[in-house]
């Protein structure tokens, strides 16, 4: 398992261990490095032998999450970081991305199927988190807010 933390770490990197793929790292909340972690999240579920539907399912909802705690959650402050703890196998890929933010009420989130906001351009997040993913869990508190995706694995 590889550890990082600071705003100069080298791009992430995953290690295999018996349970699979794990990382544990922080990035800065600086929208460019969400690209890291996006190619690190192939990596891994290629490296596990992921189908490619699920891959795809896994890459979209790491991503929203990702840019979500470094736009929202930090408000693109690169003195605040982004906590991504991750552990992909054959059977489960989970991740936690944790932020410094104050969360959000999820009840007072509008329906984006609702006809009143069917062209509005943002406020689809957690329909495609809940849509592509088979756990979604909010963990807001005092001092910031973790978001766990999990997805069960199917390999090609």
Same mark, same amino acid.
Do not use: W
């Given at each position: ?44 579920? +290629?490296?596990?032998?992921?189908? =490619?539907?699920?891959?795809?399912? *896994? ?8 840019? @979500? /705690? ?14 991504? +703890?991750?552990?992909?196998?054959? =059977?489960?890929?989970?991740?936690? *991305? ?8 999820? @009840? /007072? ?48």
């Amino acid at each position: 398992m590889r550890k990082d933390k600071g705003s100069d770490m080298s791009p992430p990197q995953s290690s295999p261990s018996q349970d699979g793929e794990m990382v544990d790292l922080y990035i800065p909340s600086l929208p460019e490095r969400a690209t890291d972690v996006d190619r690190l999240i192939d990596q891994m579920t +290629l490296q596990v032998g992921y189908a =490619e539907d699920i891959r795809g399912d *896994i890459m979209i909802a790491v991503n929203e999450v990702v840019k @979500n /705690a470094i736009l929202h959650g930090n408000k693109c402050d690169a003195s605040k970081s982004v906590h991504i +703890l991750c552990r992909c196998n054959p =059977e489960e890929f989970c991740i936690s *991305i944790s932020d410094k933010g104050k969360g959000f009420d999820l @009840n /007072a989130v509008p329906d984006p199927l609702d006809p009143d906001n069917l062209l509005k351009e943002s406020g689809r997040g957690l329909f495609i988190l809940r849509a592509l993913m088979d756990r979604v869990d909010f963990d807001m508190r005092s001092d910031g807010t973790t978001v766990t995706i999990v997805k069960y694995g199917r390999q090609t």
